[in-house]
């Protein structure tokens, strides 16, 4: 005689939030690489409806291509490198004119300082160095409004563009100054006669006041500004869906 079997257990409680609950119809025919977790039917991610992991983990394309940021860089650095002659004009109208005098000694003209103390020449070189100073922080700003993103072909060319700029300013200015043949000018106004120095850059440092400050200026909008990329680990659901899995434990 043989004892009687066992019955089997009775089924669990099968909660609508089962932790391996059968796909409901709207997750029917997804594919792995199409899945759409805990979204409403119909819903497609930033991808189309091949998005590369759905909504709560796809990844946007960063930026343009190189192509379409170089063609770009190249057109900013074009740009900015023309404001130069605009810089030029400045400097030369409110750069502070240097005095000089004329004289005759031993039948041959000398050209000095009628101020031999004087500041004006430093001047000259503090205006430059200022005005590029400006114009790489308006440089700066405009390009990061224009492109927030930014990229290395654009800091690039910003710097280069600030470089040929202040180049171009410095020609600019001395080409407006006075003429740059003191001894001929001397000998145009006569003996004694006080006439403005040519414009001359004394510190040819200042060339990249321009590109430093639109660099770091550009920098730190960027940095405190710039869009920043989502982190896909800490993506989570609108509130009132789930997640594959169900509910996150209480």
Request: glycine letters at 16%; a negative charge; proline letters at 11%.
């Amino acid at each position: 005689m043989t004892a009687p079997l066992t019955p089997p257990p009775p089924p669990r409680d099968q909660s609508p939030h089962h932790a391996w609950q059968q796909p409901g119809a709207g997750h029917a025919g997804s594919g792995p690489h199409d899945a759409v977790y805990g979204a409403p039917p119909g819903a497609q991610g930033p991808h189309g409806s091949h998005g590369t992991y759905g909504i709560y983990g796809s990844y946007e394309q960063d930026g343009p291509g190189m192509k379409t940021e170089v063609r770009e860089a190249a057109v900013v650095a074009v740009v900015v490198a023309l404001f130069g002659a605009l810089l030029g004009v400045l400097w030369w109208w409110l750069a502070p004119s240097v005095p000089l005098v004329g004289d005759v000694v031993d039948k041959s003209w000398v050209v000095y300082f009628k101020d031999t103390e004087g500041e004006q020449a430093v001047g000259v070189d503090g205006t430059f160095t200022l005005l590029a100073l400006v114009f790489g922080l308006v440089s700066a700003v405009g390009v990061f409004l224009w492109r927030r993103r930014g990229g290395v072909p654009l800091v690039v060319a910003l710097a280069v563009g600030g470089f040929l700029g202040s180049l171009l300013a410095w020609r600019v200015g001395v080409w407006l100054g006075p003429a740059e043949d003191v001894i001929g000018h001397a000998k145009e106004v006569g003996k004694g006669v006080t006439f403005s120095a040519p414009l001359k850059l004394g510190a040819k440092g200042a060339w990249l006041a321009w590109p430093l400050a639109a660099l770091v200026v550009h920098l730190g909008l960027t940095a405190l500004f710039g869009p920043r990329d989502a982190d896909p680990y800490q993506l989570q659901p609108p509130a009132g869906q789930q997640g594959p899995y169900g509910p996150p434990p209480a």
